[in-house]
């Protein structure tokens, strides 16, 4: 129930902060989620040799972890970056065909991801190749993604594989935030949808919880 009611408080706070009036959005990088990150070779569209993972942040204060969909950009450990707007996905710019693949990437391979430092990579790599050619063929060594020979080796193998198998993969339910700012990286955010049935059961068990706290403090004021 824990897990359920965090997954339901991280899509209000979400929520919250994509409608409305635009704001500035404070968001922190703490570190690589787990400490799981491989070096990483991008010929394009920069050349550059990051190290990858998801990350683990601070959004306004409340903890969420987040994959990079900006490799133009950089960001520094543990600095308030508050040029951030929390958007939807589909207001940031991603087509319908790329939340579905995140939707299945996400699906398939999210919980692996967390499994070794190799697969962390190769998630993120997975994550940018959606993010610049989802809406054409996925193909890390061609089109406007592209990686080069350097890096972790296994990364690439594993991420090669999860893109090639999406198509096989059924949608799950998951919505997608992104962070965007003018400055630094733009970061994907995904939260996973609670099945009605455990939406229902936290409620009960909420309405339960009241309920004895009431009885309680009805108990207190007439003794």
């Not at 979400?14 to 990088?29: E, H, I, P, Y």
């Not at 306004?60 to 969909?69: D, R, Y």
């Not at 040029?83 to 996400?106: E, P, R």
């Not at 229902?200 to 207190?220: D, E, H, P, W």
Request: aromatic share 8%; with cysteine; hydrophobic share 45%.
């Amino acid at each position: 129930m824990a897990t359920i009611l965090k997954q339901i408080v991280g899509a209000i706070v979400l929520a919250a902060s994509a409608v409305g009036v635009a704001q500035a959005d404070t968001v922190k990088f703490t570190g690589f989620l787990g400490g799981r990150s491989a070096a990483v070779d991008i010929d394009a569209p920069a050349n550059t040799s990051p190290s990858a993972g998801e990350f683990s942040i601070l959004l306004n204060g409340q903890s969420f972890s987040s994959l990079c969909v900006d490799v133009q950009h950089t960001i520094s450990w543990n600095t308030n970056y508050s040029d951030y707007t929390v958007k939807t996905a589909g207001a940031y710019g991603f087509s319908t065909a790329q939340i579905g693949l995140f939707n299945k990437l996400y699906t398939a391979h999210y919980a692996d991801s967390h499994t070794s430092s190799d697969k962390a990579a190769a998630f993120q790599i997975a994550v940018w190749e959606i993010t610049y050619d989802g809406n054409s063929a996925l193909n890390l060594g061609a089109n406007t993604f592209k990686l080069g020979s350097g890096g972790s080796s296994n990364a690439k193998t594993i991420a090669t594989g999860w893109l090639n198998t999406l198509g096989t993969v059924q949608q799950g339910q998951w919505q997608f935030k992104v962070l965007d700012s003018g400055t630094r990286q733009d970061q994907l955010i995904a939260m996973p949808v609670p099945e009605p049935t455990e939406l229902a059961m936290l409620l009960a068990g909420l309405g339960l919880i009241g309920s004895v706290a009431r009885r309680k403090a009805r108990a207190a004021s007439a003794a």
